[in-house]
């Protein structure tokens, strides 16, 4: 079957660096994607890899390995509006979105 | 906002009613999806529809029924649920199914079975 792991919940305290991991077993890769989900609010897309290495954007970076099947995206400068959920979510050979269940990020002051 | 807009937000209905969720996009993308987000476990696919087609249909039980009149608007019929069935129901769109493209979902219809 297919799967994506990450952790149910995170804690992390304001101006400091999160790493949210992502693993997955799929049958097959076209490009992993995170999105952010604020509490009642739509996921919003934060970053799609497909090669392996790092792609920074701003404060917010993702990092994929395709041979160990692992994904991190990392949160620097943490602010309190990123107090949210963060979906990983792998596009499939058949190019079907496999989603994990999400990780809900708690920043504290 | 992200240009995918869903009503009615919340919805609380009985078991022998009748309702119908919407959702618009104003994007001019090709492909729109019917997701249920239920807490704790990943999303669902439930519907996907491209050019108005309907492409997948994942099992979904048929007390869940679906219509795309054209590539702006989704409906979701529906009839006979169960409580079972209480979640946040999200649209999403695309500019087209199969692709690498993001999705653009809306904010989503918190639906309450009683």
């Known amino acids: 079957g297919q799967n994506i792991d990450q952790p149910t919940e995170m804690t992390a305290t304001e101006g400091a660096i999160v790493q949210i991991n992502c693993t997955y077993q799929?049958?097959?890769?076209?490009?992993l994607f995170w999105y952010q989900q604020h509490a009642g609010e739509a996921p919003t897309f934060l970053s799609y890899?497909?090669l392996d290495g790092l792609e920074e954007k701003g404060r917010f970076s993702s990092f994929l390995s395709r041979s160990k099947g692992y994904s991190y995206l990392l949160l620097k400068e943490l602010q309190m509006k990123d107090s949210a959920s963060y979906l990983c979510?792998?596009?499939?050979?058949?190019?079907?979105?496999?989603w994990g269940a999400g990780t809900k990020l708690i920043i504290k002051p | 906002e992200t240009g995918v807009t869903q009503t009615p937000r919340h919805l609380v209905m009985g078991m022998t009613n009748k309702k119908s969720l919407k959702c618009e996009q104003h994007?001019?993308?090709?492909?729109m999806y019917w997701y249920k987000q239920s807490a704790k476990k990943p999303l669902e696919l439930m519907f996907v529809?491209?050019?108005?087609?309907?492409?997948e249909n994942n099992s979904v039980p048929s007390r869940f029924s679906p219509e795309c009149p054209n590539s702006s608007h989704l409906f979701l019929h529906l009839h006979t649920l169960q409580p079972e069935d209480s979640a946040l129901y999200l649209c999403?769109?695309?500019?087209?199914?199969?692709?690498?493209?993001?999705?653009?979902f809306g904010p989503g219809t918190r639906l309450t079975v009683t």
């Open positions: 994007l001019g993308h090709n492909a």
């Open positions: 979510a792998v596009l499939d050979s058949n190019y079907q979105l496999i």
């Open positions: 999403a769109s695309s500019q087209e199914t199969g692709g690498v493209g993001e999705q653009y």
């Open positions: 890899n497909v």
């Open positions: 529809y491209s050019l108005e087609e309907r492409v």
């Open positions: 799929t049958s097959g890769f076209n490009g």
